[in-house]
């Protein structure tokens, strides 16, 4: 069964940190563009960052400067580190891979998510 199961979600103060991780079952990352798309309630899905099957890293506005995304293809996961965590960042947090979508400016409206995502809440 092909499953993306995101963790490493919480409470954290504005400025403080979080690293997010993504596990892949049922399939190997390594061939695919994968990445983090967010969504709070009420609000539209946001894209944070995709890393191409090729390492190369590719960040949405929402992340630049902040985040880090990185792959492990031996421990088939991604991760995002995200640093000076502000309010706004509060969302829940969605790891997707899609073999039909590159990373890329539409990455996150066009790929379908199938996890259930970790919240980030940023909040003093």
């Known amino acids: 069964q092909v499953q993306l199961v995101e963790s490493g979600g919480g409470l954290v103060q504005p400025g403080g940190s979080l690293r997010l991780s993504c596990g892949a079952s049922g399939f190997t990352l390594d061939h695919y563009d994968i990445g983090w798309f967010r969504q709070a309630p009420g609000k539209a899905r946001e894209g944070v960052a995709c890393?191409?099957?090729?390492?190369?890293?590719w960040y949405f506005d929402s992340a630049k400067g902040r985040f880090t995304i990185a792959r492990d293809n031996a421990k088939n996961r991604v991760y995002l580190q995200m640093n000076r965590l502000k309010p706004e960042d509060t969302a829940a947090y969605y790891c997707a891979t899609d073999p039909n979508v590159s990373c890329g400016s539409y990455w996150y409206e066009r790929v379908i998510s199938r996890s259930q995502g970790t919240q980030v809440t940023v909040s003093s």
């Open positions: 890393i191409s099957s090729s390492d190369s890293p």
